[in-house]
């Protein structure tokens, strides 16, 4: 079975830290790793996505690293806030095949203390 | 740009009943696909739409669970009967077809409680 794995499961940040989170796939089909962020009552959104033909993608705050041999991919925050609590999910597709079907990991609730 | 839309936002409902729920996705968008949520887990993939067919529904209960997109637009998703285990937050998400990575939008989702 095609399968993300997640972790931490949940993490506590001190406001102005760096946040980690890691996650780690086996299907090597798989191409498009994008992370999303999901409030409490609201739906998940895109926040950052890499491919593997890069090792690291920045924007703003928020980094991914990928290690492509490891098949592990991570997701940094820095100078993390109290605005970032939230719960992250890690998932990869496979674009290249034309399935863009997102498999999830089970997710890393955040809390970003002050 | 208005955002993925669903109804209703809450159902409560015994085992055995029937509900139902609604999506209107993003405007253009051809794909849609409808997830479930439960609790402190990632979204599971139910089944996938482009325009009015049905792309992807292998991890679909079809025991209980059906879906149909009308007009290759507003989609519902059905369950009849529920069971206790199908209490979670379904999701429904839209994207352009063929057009970047396939960008996933998701709405607020449907949280069913089954009692």
């Known amino acids: 079975q095609q399968q993300v794995k997640q972790s931490p499961q949940s993490l506590i940040v001190q406001k102005g830290g760096i946040s980690i989170i890691n996650c780690a796939y086996e299907n090597t089909a798989f191409d498009y790793f994008p992370w999303y962020q999901q409030f409490p009552g609201k739906g998940p959104a895109l926040l950052i996505a890499i491919r593997p033909d890069v090792s690291e993608k920045k924007e703003g705050r928020f980094t991914i690293s990928f290690n492509k041999s490891a098949k592990q991919f991570s997701l940094h925050i820095m100078d993390s806030q109290p605005g970032d609590s939230a719960t992250y999910f890690c998932a990869a597709s496979m674009v290249s095949t034309g399935s863009y079907q997102l498999t999830f990991g089970k997710g890393t609730k955040l809390s970003v203390i002050p | ?115």
Request: charged share 20%; net charge positive; hydrophobic share 35%.
């Open chain 2, 1 to 115: 740009e208005a955002g993925v839309a669903q109804s209703p936002r809450y159902k409560i409902i015994e085992k055995r009943q029937s509900v139902a729920f609604w999506c209107n996705p993003i405007s253009g968008h051809a794909t849609l696909y409808w997830y479930q949520q439960i609790l402190g887990q990632g979204p599971k993939l139910l089944i996938q739409f482009q325009n009015n067919g049905v792309v992807d529904d292998s991890q679909l209960p079809k025991d209980r669970f059906s879906a149909e997109r009308l007009k290759g637009v507003d989609s519902t998703l059905k369950i009849q009967p529920a069971k206790l285990e199908d209490s979670a937050v379904y999701l429904c998400a839209s994207s352009l077809v063929g057009r970047g990575l396939g960008e996933q939008y998701f709405g607020p989702g449907t949280r069913l409680t089954v009692t």
